[in-house]
């Protein structure tokens, strides 16, 4: 019945219990994964929310103020630092959703609370926070390791349970579509809604279908004029050391010198959509041990948000041959997108002097940081640079107006 359930919900663009759109992936495997599957669907025990203490930014929130709206758990530890990361993707859901009802409520590990505030004031966050002390909804909800994301719908079904990052902006997109009526008779419909999936109207499989593909499509938009970008309070140097050691020429608040050469540079493997994106480009060389520390950070950061970031290992070699380059890389699909820095040309034209160096660009392809991207600042000046964006926010507004119009019609 489980499966059953959840190919009528993958049919009707609804977020099922073994299934989902591939926009939504899912964590774990094995016995765990299905007992989270068994959890989704489920009734959640908004005890466990009032349970939690040591509230930041509110005060504690209890069962009745999260009646009828999407709640979205992530769970996070101060001195971690890839659950750190993912602060700031759940500060823009938090944002970006505000207005449809949805919370974001963040559970930090048992250990260690102290260090929570300091790590949420420098990441700007904005969101409840909260202390899982005693650890019962960890327990409950079998966390395993910081970050989990688990996403509540509006009728307090646990509806998506530990699911990853990049995935959490697309699931809240189809919670807040629906209703509390929907969301409450959504299990008692979903193997009906699987037999009569071969018969629905020709209007209603297009409707679906058509919002499914959106998601994973890019939207028409009109990338903002210089005039938008000259309004935004870019950052600049603090005591935090924002422009790092650059080791090149500093071309901060200038266009990146390369763009040109970038284009038409020999690409191994994909060439990505950088359109109302911000964009870190890293030269870099395989040979070279720094180089090596930070490829596992730019692809965690890629990771993070797949939807507004893109980020490009420029590989920069006199000695290593394209060949040699790919057989570095090996066969693992990589969410980094590479190219290839014949001669190191470009990164000569640039006066590049040390390896890795980053060139964080946003999305009018001005550079707006620079520096080592092993420094440990590098990942919030990124998810910064994100928050501001005007080509990010004028992108996501007609994506997010595009997708309502396809719900009204549906």
Do not use: C
Request: no cysteine; net charge negative.
């Amino acid at each position: 019945m489980r499966t059953t359930a959840a190919l009528a919900a993958g049919l009707i663009g609804l977020a099922g219990p073994a299934m989902a759109g591939d926009e939504i992936v899912r964590e774990g495997a094995g016995e765990r994964r299905s007992e989270l599957n068994d959890l989704e669907l489920t009734a959640f025990d908004a005890g466990l929310i009032e349970g939690l203490d040591g509230w930041l930014n509110t005060e504690p929130i209890t069962a009745d103020q999260l009646d009828g709206k999407v709640v979205v758990l992530f769970t996070w530890a101060s001195w971690y630092p890839t659950s750190l990361r993912a602060l700031p993707v759940a500060q823009r859901v938090s944002e970006r959703f505000a207005d449809d009802g949805v919370v974001v409520i963040g559970v930090h590990n048992p250990e260690e609370y102290a260090g929570a505030e300091q790590a949420i004031a420098r990441r700007h966050v904005t969101f409840p926070i909260a202390h899982d002390a005693d650890g019962k909804l960890r327990e409950a909800l079998l966390v395993d390791q910081d970050p989990d994301f688990y996403l509540i719908d509006r009728a307090g079904h646990l509806r998506f349970a530990d699911i990853e990052t990049g995935s959490v902006p697309a699931a809240v997109e189809q919670l807040v579509g629906e209703s509390p009526e929907k969301a409450k008779a959504l299990p008692q419909r979903l193997a009906q809604e699987a037999r009569q999936a071969r018969i629905e109207s020709r209007r209603g499989r297009h409707v679906s279908e058509e919002y499914v593909k959106a998601l994973r499509s890019e939207i028409p938009f009109v990338l903002p004029g210089p005039e938008a970008y000259g309004k935004v309070e870019w950052p600049e140097d603090d005591e935090d050391g924002y422009r790092g050691n650059i080791g090149a020429e500093d071309y901060i608040g200038k266009p990146f010198p390369a763009a040109q050469a970038l284009s038409s540079a020999p690409w191994l493997g994909d060439e990505p959509e950088t359109k109302g994106r911000v964009v870190v480009v890293t030269f870099w060389n395989p040979g070279d041990d720094p180089s090596r520390r930070a490829l596992p950070k730019l692809e965690a950061i890629q990771d993070t948000d797949k939807a507004n970031l893109v980020v490009i290992g420029l590989a920069v070699s006199e000695d290593q041959t394209d060949a040699k380059i790919r057989s570095f890389l090996g066969d693992r699909e990589r969410s980094v997108y590479f190219a290839y820095d014949e001669n190191g040309a470009m990164a000569e034209s640039m006066s590049v002097r040390t390896l890795p160096h980053a060139m964080v660009l946003s999305s009018d392809g001005v550079v707006r940081w620079q520096g080592d991207p092993n420094d440990a600042g590098f990942d919030g000046v990124v998810d910064r640079l994100i928050d501001l964006d005007p080509g990010v926010k004028a992108r996501m507004a007609a994506r997010e107006a595009y997708l309502k119009k396809l719900r009204d019609q549906d």
